[in-house]
């Protein structure tokens, strides 16, 4: 072997590192195209847990075995959002071509904090295809982030600093004249109490607004809710409006916030984590009107438009504003008109100055696929739960918990004659049985006091076979478990 006091981390060996790799990719496929065939979920045994406690590696590993060891104790145990049966909580179920952008990304090794490279450019070619896709007008700013949290952080940023009243990059929040006020329904997402908590606004400064039977903002109540405030001296800074509700999918009023919003001099944001791409879905655009006129939208490729994790995306109107909040630039990081730096930093939209190249994996799947298909899949997902609402209604051992608005179906097994907690702890029950039987996997939750099984349908590969054998097997499990 050659002397080398100077060292690298490439292979010493090319020929050997594209063994593994081409390894890596037949195995990828085979583990895509198979995914039917193995459990939605299983937990990761104790010789995985054992490995994985193995303290940092002094010296070095053959690629091949490192490769070994992720084949042996990680891949089997994922958390199974690719499975055509998950349907827990609110994920995206991936897709090949962003996998595929994933790597190459990595290959790439751009950092995405600006720069006059061609991953820059693509990176505000993907956040103007977001944006058009919304409806929002050109010249809206926007920027990719890790995710549907970060989105929403970024825009409540910018909506608190335009309406603050003072400088609040130089003030401080302490400086704010009269505490600010968000507005929301009581199904908002938990993201927007730690944002209000980040921004030095407290959780007290999100007013939320009880909602009844339907799970939407109320309207009225909303507009009760913001004079009352003013009469005790808050200032009404923003509603907060969700396009799909994370506990049952329900759908805000978009058309009259923002009406609401342009009366009252508030800002008019919306998280879209879960629905803003309803606006490409052919049959169910019409629940999103009203999106084009927020001043800001968060939403989530990771979640209805499957690009591996992770990935959000925040859209502002006045980019403007989104620019004066996030733009800060020391001596050692200058725009410029020549060279690599680049005349535009995307750094200046958000928090972080070092960015992955996640756009890559939006745009591969985009241009693979094209908008129309992941607006009928959208569309296909909603038929799906409807599907399953009605499966659910035609059987007298099951009760449906909610309206179905988009893809979410709340529901319960029911036991007559049983308390609130006993029917909890009985469908629960049902649940990590199907969990661990691999059957498949959903997540329960709590709508006004009364606890339910949850399935959100945010799945390619969700075929009505699988709702026909989640809902046999649910049934089964019911009935053994009621026998004792
Ligand atoms: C998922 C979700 C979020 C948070 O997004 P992450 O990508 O998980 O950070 C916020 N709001 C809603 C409505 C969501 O569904």
Request: proline content about 5%; some cysteine.
């Amino acid at each position: 072997m050659e002397d080398r006091r100077e060292e690298t981390l490439d292979p010493l060996d090319w020929g050997a590192a594209r063994e593994v790799a081409h390894r890596a990719v037949d195995d990828a496929v085979a583990h895509l195209s198979g995914v039917r065939e193995r459990p939605a979920w299983q937990a990761p045994p104790a010789s995985a847990r054992a490995f994985l406690s193995q303290p940092v590696p002094q010296g070095p590993t053959e690629l091949a075995q490192v490769y070994g060891n992720l084949v042996e104790h990680v891949r089997p145990y994922p958390m199974g959002n690719i499975h055509p049966r998950f349907w827990a909580w609110y994920m995206g179920a991936g897709n090949f071509a962003g996998a595929l952008g994933d790597f190459l990304a990595a290959i790439d090794g751009s950092n995405l904090g600006g720069g006059n490279t061609a991953p820059a450019l693509l990176d505000r070619q993907v956040v103007g295809w977001l944006r058009s896709m919304v409806g929002l007008p050109e010249g809206s700013s926007g920027t990719l982030t890790s995710g549907g949290s970060a989105a929403n952080l970024v825009a409540l940023t910018v909506a608190r600093n335009a309406k603050a009243g003072v400088d609040v990059r130089a003030e401080g929040v302490a400086a704010i004249p009269r505490p600010l006020r968000f507005y929301a329904s009581d199904q908002i997402h938990s993201c927007h109490q730690k944002a209000l908590e980040v921004l030095g606004l407290g959780h007290h400064a999100l007013h939320l607004v009880p909602t009844g039977p339907d799970c939407r903002l109320d309207i009225a109540g909303l507009e009760a809710a913001i004079a009352e405030d003013r009469g005790r001296g808050f200032e009404p800074a923003a509603v907060i409006a969700s396009a799909g509700t994370v506990n049952t999918g329900a759908v805000d009023d978009l058309l009259a916030v923002g009406a609401l919003c342009r009366r009252e001099g508030l800002w008019f944001h919306v998280d879209g984590c879960i629905g803003a791409l309803l606006a490409i879905a052919p049959r169910h655009r019409h629940l999103v009107a009203g999106i084009e006129a927020a001043d800001s939208v968060a939403l989530d490729p990771h979640k209805w438009l499957h690009a591996p994790f992770e990935v959000g995306c925040a859209l502002v109107r006045d980019a403007r504003l989104h620019h004066a909040t996030f733009a800060l630039h020391p001596e050692y990081l200058e725009e410029q008109s020549r060279g690599v730096a680049g005349a535009e930093s995307l750094f200046d939209y958000g928090i972080e100055l070092s960015r992955s190249f996640k756009a890559l994996k939006v745009w591969m799947a985009l241009k693979e696929h094209g908008v129309q298909k992941f607006g009928r899949l959208i569309d296909q997902n909603i038929d799906q739960a409807r599907y399953l609402a009605g499966l659910i209604e035609a059987e007298p051992r099951l009760e449906m918990m909610a309206p179905v608005t988009i893809n979410i179906v709340c529901f319960r097994h029911r036991l007559p004659g049983a308390d609130e907690a006993t029917l909890k702890a009985f469908n629960s029950e049902i649940m990590f049985r199907l969990q661990e039987a691999g059957t498949a996997v959903q997540s329960d939750t709590t709508l006004h006091g009364r606890h339910g099984l949850r399935v959100a349908i945010a799945n390619h590969r969700t075929r009505r076979a699988d709702l026909d054998l989640f809902v046999r097997e649910l049934l089964r499990l019911g009935a053994e478990l009621q026998r004792g």
